[in-house]
């Protein structure tokens, strides 16, 4: 399974863009990225998946360069709520009892 | 119906008890998983069953041991538990047949040993 890397913080405030990019350098010709959030004692929940290119969806947008080796998730003008442990993730689209293996993942604060 | 709920929320048991953890989900998802999450560490992942049967056990002590009676529930029994094991026990669910392998995770089970 490709290894991810990512900040392992960022600092934010409301209404501002925050851009959480994640390295992985050795994703597989068969690999999607995905993001998990994280609030405090709350299960991961998913947010975004990508291939290439851009995807967008009414929480996020993912940018995925043409070589694939990093991707960019953007969250637009967070608010408090958005404070939150932000994972990314490589793998298998669509593998039957696939695993999900979670790098260390970006604590992302936003401050009023 | 579009949640994992587990069972209880927390649990406090000694190192000679026998407990048991529940998961539940009820969207027809054929992939259920547990993980094992630690203070400020990433989820790490236990066991994944696969059309109810065992599909993946990654080198997880024997002290747990899951079952999973229907397609609906996982259960994680636990037996002679060490300190060390004390953590947030979190069960996901996931649709087997294509679609974005979204897990869907319920809010974990927090436990602690003593």
């Known amino acids: 399974l490709a290894k991810t890397t990512q900040p392992i913080s960022m600092d934010s405030y409301e209404g501002q863009e925050v851009n959480i990019t994640c390295s992985h350098n050795?994703?597989?010709?068969?690999?999607?990225i995905t993001w998990y959030q994280q609030f405090p004692s709350q299960g991961p929940r998913f947010i975004i998946q990508?291939?290439?290119t851009k995807v967008t969806n009414e929480v996020a947008s993912l940018f995925i360069p043409a070589d694939r080796k990093s991707s960019t998730l953007s969250l637009p003008r967070v608010s408090l709520s958005d404070t939150a442990v932000y994972y990314c993730l490589v793998g298998e689209r669509g593998a039957a009892g696939n695993k999900l293996t979670f790098g260390g993942g970006t604590r992302v604060l936003v401050k009023p | 119906d579009t949640e994992v709920t587990q069972t209880p929320k927390h649990l406090v048991m000694g190192m000679t008890n026998k407990k048991s953890l529940k998961c539940e989900q009820h969207m027809g998802h054929r992939a259920m998983y547990w993980y094992k999450q630690k203070a400020k560490k990433p989820p790490e992942l236990m066991f994944v069953y696969s059309y109810e049967k065992l599909s993946i056990n990654e080198s997880v002590p024997s002290r747990f041991s899951p079952e999973c009676p229907n397609s609906s529930l996982l259960n994680l029994h636990l037996h002679a538990l060490q300190p060390e094991d004390s953590a947030l026990y979190l069960c996901a669910s996931a649709p087997l047949a294509g679609g974005h392998n979204e897990q869907f995770f319920g809010p974990g089970t927090r436990l602690t040993v003593l």
């Open positions: 050795n994703i597989a010709t068969n690999d999607y």
């Open positions: 990508g291939y290439k």
